[in-house]
C-alpha cells in the first residue's frame, strides 16, 4: 500500500501524474507538503527537505483549497491522534485536499490513536485518504475505547487501501469510520480492517442521507456486538452500492456482518462473502444479513457461513 517515493517526489511538477490508485494530479496540482516525523534524512533531495513537515497539520497548512493538492505522508512517519491533534487537522483542512501514504506495513506512515477525544473529523469535501496505518484502537499495550475515530460530512469523500487496526484484544474503536449528515458519493473501498477485540460496535457506520455511496472491495475481520453489524446503513441511502466485501464478524453472539436499518435504502447489495464465527464455533440465530422492512436493494449473491468447516449459503433466499 502507499505510492513509491519517486512518484511521490516527481508529483510535484505541474505536468499532471496518475498514482496507482487511479488518482490523477491534473496540472497546476501539487505536492504541497511531506510529512515525516523523523525530519531530513541523508539522501532527501533538496525539494523534499524544504517541503518536509514534521505533523499532519502543518502538511496541510500548506495546501491551497480546492486545487487537488496532495500531502505525502513518507515511510517512518508516526504521529499520535489526540484532542490536540484532532483540533489542528481539522483547522487546517481545505476541499480537495489528497493524503496520501508512501510505503507498507510496519514501514508504512501510522497515526495512533491515543486518548477518546481523538477523532479525525472530516466536514470538507473532495478529501482523500490512501495508503495510512491507522492503529484506532490505540497503541498496542493499551486501549483508547476511542468513541468515534473518523467523523465524514464532506461530499466525494475517498477513502482507499488503508489497513486500519480497530481493535488490539485490551481495547478497541467503538465506531471507527462513520458517514453523517448529508455527505455523498463517499467511496470507501480496498482498505483492511483487523480488530482482536471482539467488542466492536460498528466498523463502517452509514447515518447519511446523501446518494451514491460505495463500500467495495474491503476486508473486514472484527467484531460487531449484537445486530448492529460490521457495516451497519441506519439513514435513507439512495443507490448504495456494498460490493465485493469480505467480512469476519468475531463477536460470540452477534448475529450480522452488514446490518441494514428499517429505512428506504435503495441500491445493490452484491458477492459479499460473510462469517460469523467467534473462535471458530458455530453462533446459533445467525442471518449474516439483516434487512428493513423499508429496505429496497437488489441482491445478488451474497453468502453466509456461521459454522466452521462449512460452505456459505445464499442470503437472502432466492426470488421467485
Not at 127 to 138: E, F, K, S, W
Amino acid at each position: 500500500m502507499g505510492i513509491s517515493l519517486q512518484d511521490a517526489q516527481q508529483i510535484y511538477s505541474n505536468a499532471g501524474l496518475r498514482t496507482q490508485y487511479g488518482l490523477v494530479l491534473p496540472p497546476g496540482a501539487r505536492v504541497a507538503a511531506f510529512v515525516r516525523s523523523t525530519g531530513v534524512q541523508n539522501g532527501d533531495d533538496a525539494f523534499l527537505a524544504t517541503n518536509l513537515v514534521p505533523t499532519l497539520a502543518q502538511g496541510l497548512a500548506r495546501v491551497r483549497s480546492g486545487m487537488g493538492d496532495f500531502v505525502v505522508c513518507l515511510p517512518g512517519h508516526v504521529e499520535n491522534v489526540d484532542a490536540t491533534m484532532s483540533a489542528a487537522f481539522a483547522a487546517a483542512l481545505l476541499p480537495g485536499t489528497k493524503i496520501v501514504g508512501v510505503g507498507r506495513g510496519n514501514n508504512a506512515p501510522t497515526f495512533t490513536w491515543t486518548n477518546t477525544a481523538g477523532s479525525l473529523v472530516i466536514a470538507q469535501n473532495d478529501v482523500l485518504i490512501a495508503g495510512l496505518r491507522l492503529l484506532t484502537a490505540g497503541p498496542a499495550a493499551t486501549g483508547t475505547n476511542t468513541v468515534l475515530a473518523i467523523t465524514v460530512s464532506g461530499n466525494d469523500f475517498g477513502f482507499f487501501q488503508n489497513e486500519l487496526e480497530v481493535g488490539n484484544g485490551l481495547a478497541n474503536a467503538i465506531t471507527v469510520l462513520s458517514v453523517t449528515g448529508t455527505a455523498g458519493r463517499y467511496d470507501i473501498s480496498g482498505n483492511v480492517f483487523r480488530g482482536a477485540n471482539s467488542a466492536n460496535t460498528v466498523t463502517i457506520l452509514i447515518n447519511s442521507t446523501g446518494g451514491d455511496g460505495r463500500i467495495c472491495d474491503n476486508e473486514i475481520m472484527s467484531g460487531a456486538t449484537s445486530a448492529t453489524g460490521n457495516i451497519n446503513v441506519i439513514a435513507v441511502a439512495a443507490r448504495l452500492k456494498i460490493l465485493r466485501n469480505v467480512i469476519n464478524n468475531i463477536t460470540a453472539g452477534s448475529v450480522a456482518a452488514i446490518a441494514l436499518g428499517n429505512v428506504a435504502i435503495s441500491g445493490q447489495c452484491a458477492y459479499n462473502t460473510i462469517t460469523v464465527l467467534s473462535t471458530g464455533a458455530s453462533v446459533s440465530g445467525t442471518t449474516g444479513i439483516t434487512i428493513g422492512a423499508a429496505v429496497t436493494m437488489g441482491f445478488f449473491q451474497n453468502f453466509i457461513v456461521n459454522d466452521p468447516l462449512a460452505s456459505g449459503k445464499l442470503l437472502p433466499t432466492v426470488d421467485t
